[in-house]
């Protein structure tokens, strides 16, 4: 019996310890895209791809097992040809490039959804040391796409005035948040903090785009102010070296710890008296969202546009200017001291139908 399910290819770079943002949006979609309409196929392209708990268990799951990104154009192909899906959808920069050039060696009516993840004005000038080279691409490869995808009202304009998209190729879809499973992972957990506090909690992977060495100097301001605060830094990444120096050398070893990855970085988010987001780029942080969702106070970089809608929605995220880490120790400082209420922006998001799963996959079933 021929099934009439669209055959959905869902390709990320990888699944393993650390979870990314992207990754973690592609496993919400999975879990909340109707199965009756899709038949949904993972390609997980790097080596040290791990199955994902929360995958649904009817997704077949494909393993590359590249060491590069870079290396994933063969294997792209294969699994095209393999499971021939109605549509891909790719998300990550190097990624994308990948999918976009495999589509000349794919079947003709396979559609490709590209899903950005990062804006890409930003990711030129800050991330790559080929920013010409990554402009041609935005501006001449990516209109191969069938839709590209965009985080924000921001990025859909920084496409089309700064690399000249056509508008017809871009699409805006919010990151959905699982509310229901982030409160179900904080019912009933303990605090994980020891310290008598405020505690200030910051995730992400720990490269520089993030700015966890802003933070660490920014903090060594917020401890001469309040002595008694303490930071914790969750995430993996190949910085971590360079950062514990950093916080060794700013004799702050004893005040920021470093646990790596955690399965559970919601009860940390819950417990904090502060969420700081330190990083010099971003698409649109899910775990600023987790935070607003957990009524967490916020200070967080002015990185992109996206953080004004952000604002929008709950202007009780203070922002403070991008690589300045003065400010941002004043922001977190001034945010600690008005001892803002824990809750208060919770309701504001679960209100929000732009985040809600469920719409936000229905939203992406519509381009499949």
Known sequence: MISDRKKILFLVPAFAG??????????????????????????????????????????TVHYLRVKRIRYCLPGIIRLVWKIKPHTILSTVSYLNVMSIMARSFSPKRTRLLVREATMPSAFIAQDTAYPRLWEFLYRRLYRRADKIICLS?????????????????????????????????????????????????????????????????????????????????????????????????????????????????????????????????????????????????????????AMRELQSIDQRIVLFPTENSSAMAHAIISSLSANKLAGAGSKLISSSIEFEPSRVAEQYGRLF
């Open 153 to 305: 009202d921001s990025m859909q304009r920084d496409f089309a005035e700064h690399f000249s998209v056509p508008p017809e190729k871009l699409t805006r879809i919010y990151n959905p948040i699982d509310i229901e499973l982030i409160q179900q992972a904080v019912k009933g957990g303990r605090n994980p903090y020891q310290t008598r506090g405020p505690h200030l909690v910051a995730i992400g992977r720990l490269r520089r785009e993030k700015g966890f060495d802003l933070l660490i100097a920014a903090f060594a301001e917020v401890v001469r102010k309040i002595p008694d605060a303490h930071l914790i830094i969750l995430g993996e990444g190949p910085d971590a070296a360079a950062l514990k120096e950093q916080a060794r050398t700013c004799g702050l070893h004893h005040k920021i710890d470093f646990p790596g990855f955690v399965a559970n970085p919601w009860l940390y988010l819950a417990s904090a008296d502060l969420f700081v987001l330190s990083s010099r780029m971003e698409g649109l942080p899910n775990t600023l969202l987790e935070a607003l969702v957990l009524g967490t106070p916020i200070v967080a970089s002015d990185c992109v546009g």
């Open 18 to 59: 650390g979870i990314g943002g992207a990754e973690r949006v592609i496993s919400t979609l999975l879990r909340y895209l109707d199965h009756t309409r899709f038949e949904c196929h993972l390609g997980l392209v790097l080596a040290d791809s791990a199955f994902l708990e929360d995958v649904p268990g009817d997704v």
